[in-house]
């Protein structure tokens, strides 16, 4: 009597052979064109989404498609080692959600860079010491990262992708049970994102927040009594105990992240573009500075106001809207925009997170 298991393992053998030769072939072929490209970019944001969301889009199941991307955004990365080494910077050290976005977005064959700080992720990009940087943007429970904002006005470098990081928070420590616990170390937004659990778990311990998760899990790991907050990667990484898991407040806590590098990448047509402005001091001004947005059907995503350094009760807007900036409708919208505002960068055009 046949074994049927043995014959259905036999059948996925062949296949696994099969997918073998094909990722092969694949990676001869994107080899190909790197070296027709004579020296080009070989991190291509526009190309890569059109081709994760081709995938997505046709997948016949029963894989769910976050599986389908992230299986593919790790072949695409693995042929993309093959013609250079593409380095990114993040906010260190490893363990961080920073990292973990990095990965998402690059897959696992980029040379990570940890950075002490955002300011030096962008030193890092700016000088060309590293090709790309992945910064954390806004976060749904919190709002906007302040420094990363300052930064981006600041920088010659431009917004060519963005990473969407659903954040789940863990506790953990070299102790053994949560009452053994005297003092939690994390970054501050972490901090506030799991703020009422720790009211109500750890209500008399002491909070200290660090630069990063990652660094205070390197302090718990240094210190018995203590714990931290970060991602589940930084217990494995810093030989923690995981005391408690998804700890953050809101459940469906998620983190922006946007990659930063010097490409300007063409029209992929899923596409987001973020600009920072400022309107004039006059009556109707900021009415006038959004009118052109809403006159050409341009849809605007997200508005934020941080105040200016040139003065007093200036503020600058940052936007986020919809489509690349080489789209007839928001080009023009875009020319209507620069003859009203008083101040205008456009901080980048690029493939929308999926």
């Not at 298991?5 to 062949?14: P, Q, T, W």
């Not at 875009?334 to 009203?340: A, D, H, I, V, W």
């Amino acid at each position: 009597m046949s074994d049927p298991i043995k014959a259905l393992r036999d059948r996925i053998d062949a296949i696994d052979a099969e997918i073998l030769q094909l990722v092969n072939q694949r990676a001869s072929l994107a080899n190909e064109i790197g070296t027709l490209k004579g020296g080009g970019p070989i991190y291509r944001p526009e190309r890569e989404a059109q081709v994760i969301g081709r995938l997505r889009a046709n997948n016949p199941g029963p894989l769910p498609a976050d599986a389908v991307a992230h299986l593919f955004t790790e072949i695409i990365s693995a042929c993309r080692a093959l013609e250079e080494a593409m380095s990114v910077a993040f906010l260190g050290p490893r363990g961080t959600f920073s990292e973990e976005a990095a990965l998402k977005h690059l897959g696992g064959q980029v040379r990570g860079v940890p950075c002490a700080s955002i300011d030096d992720v962008f030193r890092e990009v700016e000088s060309g010491k590293v090709g790309h940087g992945v910064v954390p943007v806004e976060n749904s429970t919190d709002g906007a990262v302040g420094r990363t904002l300052d930064l981006l006005l600041a920088t010659p470098l431009a917004i060519c992708g963005e990473v969407l990081l659903p954040v789940h928070q863990c506790l953990m420590s070299k102790a053994q049970f949560t009452q053994e616990i005297r003092r939690v170390y994390a970054h501050a937004q972490s901090l506030a994102q799991c703020h009422e659990w720790l009211n109500q778990h750890l209500g008399g311990v002491e909070r200290v927040p660090v630069v990063s998760n990652a660094d205070g899990a390197r302090r718990a790991s240094e210190e018995q009594q203590s714990a931290c907050i970060g991602s589940h990667a930084a217990a494995a990484l810093y030989d923690l105990q995981l005391l408690a898991r998804n700890i953050e407040d809101q459940p469906n806590n998620t983190t922006r992240f946007v990659v930063i590098g010097k490409l300007q990448p063409g029209p992929s047509g899923r596409d987001k573009t973020s600009l920072a402005m400022s309107a004039l001091n006059q009556p109707g001004a900021m009415h006038r500075l959004l009118a052109p947005l809403a006159e050409h059907g341009v849809d605007m995503t997200r508005l934020e106001s941080r105040p200016a350094r040139t003065g007093m009760w200036e503020y600058i807007f940052f936007v986020d809207i919809k489509g690349h900036q080489q789209d007839p409708a928001l080009a023009r919208a875009l020319g209507e925009l620069r003859t009203r505002a008083s101040f205008l960068k456009i901080l980048g055009s690029y493939p929308a997170a999926a």
